[in-house]
Structure formats: structure tokens, C-alpha cells
């Protein structure tokens, strides 16, 4: 019996698709999927018109260099902070958002001060070669900054207070450093600083802090506008009888200490990575590990967070 279905067209009579005549807007959404290294490494080599949606300022108001891929850690030919600057460049003043992580430096946080005045949002996973310095310097810089999101850097309560005096605008606030002190260990330095300056904050995420109930009664107090509050595996804070119930009248969405973390974004440092591996960070101009004298890392939470970030 013949075939019923119809024999594709001879090669020559295919129409090809011709990707540069697709309308401007439409290229720009595609280009937006496409990434920041992609972008300046392929995509606007591609033609003429791709070259100048590239340039667009628009494009560039959201930065995220999360995910850049084990061939920027492993392949030395990129350098990730200088594509940085030069999409901070591009963004021509108007850079609201920016994400970047397992790299930067107080210089790259000094840049976005210097050329990102209208930051409003500014996201930094692992920072650590970050000093409370560079992020003070930076956020003299950042005054119309509403929200800051730091995952696992170390941040002293100098620093705190002085992103709160500078940043009158913060209204999210996450500040999360699961695994850099002992379990147990009482500290409430970074709290009230929270609540001694930032009194704008709606939403505050403090996944793995050693505050006590005392800091917690600090940032109840200090921020009456607080509307989310994630307290999960801070292991000192006892919510229960009369904390407890003031959480629950004044905090609409409370994360409690034991509550799951299936949906925590970058929750690496957990039970399944030993506390005794030494501890690394990594060196980009080997690709190796380099002993970190803060011990952020561990070399298999390094390798985990690439592919997973």
C-alpha cells in the first residue's frame, strides 16, 4: 500500500529562515534568554542588527551572571569581572538589577556604585572576595537601593549598619550565612543592626542565623513594617508562647526554624557536606582550590555550587 503521508520538499525549495529580520523587539527577548557571556561572547557577532540590539541600554537593566557555567571557572580565556564592567557599561546608567556570583571584588561593587547610581536591586551569591569596605563604599553609592541579597558572605555589623544608613529605601533584606559559625553559637550583633537601621524592610530572609530571641525581638520592634519574615535554621530563636504569638499577628508570612527548605534558592551548605573537609575557595587564575582565610567554601561545595547556581 502507498504512503499516505507527503515526501518533504527537495532541500532547494525549504524556505531558509533569515533570524536578522526578525522584528527588533522580538530579538531583544530572544537575546535577553540567551545571557549575559553569550551575548558578549557570540550573540552579537552573529550580524549587524544583533550587534546593535546588544548595544542596547535596555537590554542591560537586568544583569544576572549566576549562571555562567563551569567553562568561565574552567576555560581562563574568559574574565568574568571584565565582562561584567562591560555589560555595567552597556546598561548606560540605567542597570536596576544586578546578580552575580562566585566572583566579584570590592573593585567590580565599585564600579556598579560609580556607574550604576539607579540600582535598585543587587544580588551577591558567594562573594567572597568581598570586604565590608567594598559593600560600604558601594552603598554610599546605591542611595534608591530597595533590596540586597547576600548568600553565604560574611557581613560584620559595622557593615549592616552603615547599607541601613545608606540605603534609607531597603524594603527586602537577605542576608543568609548557613555553616560560618558553630550551630549553637548566640549572636545577635547582626540583628540589631537590622533593627537599628533599617526600618523600611518588608521582607527580612535569615536562613542559618545565630540570632536569639532577643534579636528577634529587636527586628520586631525596629521594623514595624515587616510584612515576611524567614527564620528557618536559626536554631536559637524559640517561637514559642508569647514571641511566638506576636509573630503570628504581626508577620504574614513567617518561616519558622524547622520549617522545610525545599524551596530556598541556593541552599548549599547543608548536612550532606562534611564540616571537616578543608576548606577553599576558588582560584580563578588556576582553576584549582586556594586555602581562603575566611573558609567560605569547601572544594566540593565549590564544584556543587557551579553546577548548580
Known amino acids: 500500500m502507498a504512503s499516505s503521508s507527503t515526501p518533504p520538499p527537495p532541500a532547494e525549495e525549504t524556505e531558509s529562515r533569515n533570524w536578522a529580520e526578525l522584528p527588533r523587539d522580538v530579538t531583544a527577548m530572544i537575546l ?21 540590539i546588544s548595544k542596547d541600554p ?34 548606560c ?10 566572583f566579584g571584588s ?32 558601594a552603598a554610599r553609592k546605591l542611595p534608591l537601593l530597595e533590596e540586597l541579597h547576600i548568600y553565604y558572605g560574611f557581613l560584620s555589623k559595622e557593615a549592616l549598619l552603615n547599607v541601613g544608613r545608606c540605603c534609607p529605601l531597603l524594603k527586602s533584606l537577605k542576608f543568609n550565612n548557613r555553616g560560618f559559625r558553630a550551630p549553637h553559637m548566640e549572636y545577635d550583633d547582626e540583628a540589631l543592626a537590622i533593627a537599628e537601621t533599617m526600618p523600611g524592610l518588608h521582607q527580612l530572609q535569615l536562613f542559618g542565623n545565630n540570632l536569639t530571641n532577643d534579636g528577634l525581638k529587636a527586628i520586631l520592634d525596629g521594623c514595624p513594617n515587616l510584612e515576611s519574615l524567614d527564620l528557618r535554621h536559626c536554631f536559637n530563636v524559640n517561637l514559642g508562647g508569647t514571641l511566638g504569638r506576636r509573630c503570628s ?6 518561616r519558622r526554624p524547622h520549617d522545610s527548605t525545599d524551596d530556598l534558592m541556593f541552599l548549599i551548605m547543608g548536612s550532606s557536606f562534611s564540616t571537616t573537609n578543608i576548606l577553599y575557595r576558588c582560584n ?20 556543587f555550587g557551579r553546577r548548580y547556581l
Not at 542597570?95 to 556570583?101: D, K, N
Request: aromatic share 8%.
Open 93 to 102: 546608567g540605567q542597570l536596576l538589577e544586578f546578580t552575580f556570583g562566585g
Open 106 to 137: 570590592d573593585e567590580l561593587l565599585r564600579y556598579i556604585g560609580e556607574r550604576a547610581s539607579q540600582l535598585r536591586r543587587l544580588q551577591l551569591v558567594y562573594p567572597y572576595s568581598i570586604s565590608d569596605e567594598g559593600l560600604i563604599e
Open 32 to 52: 535577553k534568554k540567551v545571557g549575559v557571556v553569550d551575548i558578549l561572547q557570540s550573540a552579537q557577532k552573529v550580524c549587524m542588527a544583533w550587534r546593535s
Open 58 to 91: 535596555a537590554l542591560w537593566r537586568s544583569i544576572d551572571m549566576r549562571n555562567c557555567g563551569d567553562d568561565l571557572w574552567d576555560d581562563m580565556a574568559f574574565d568574568v569581572e571584565k565582562m561584567a564592567t562591560h555589560a555595567i557599561d552597556r546598561s
Open 249 to 254: 499577628e504581626q508577620i504574614k508570612h513567617l
Open 284 to 303: 580563578s587564575s588556576s582553576g584549582g582550590g586556594k586555602l581562603h582565610p575566611t573558609g567560605i567554601f569547601s572544594a566540593n561545595i565549590c564544584s
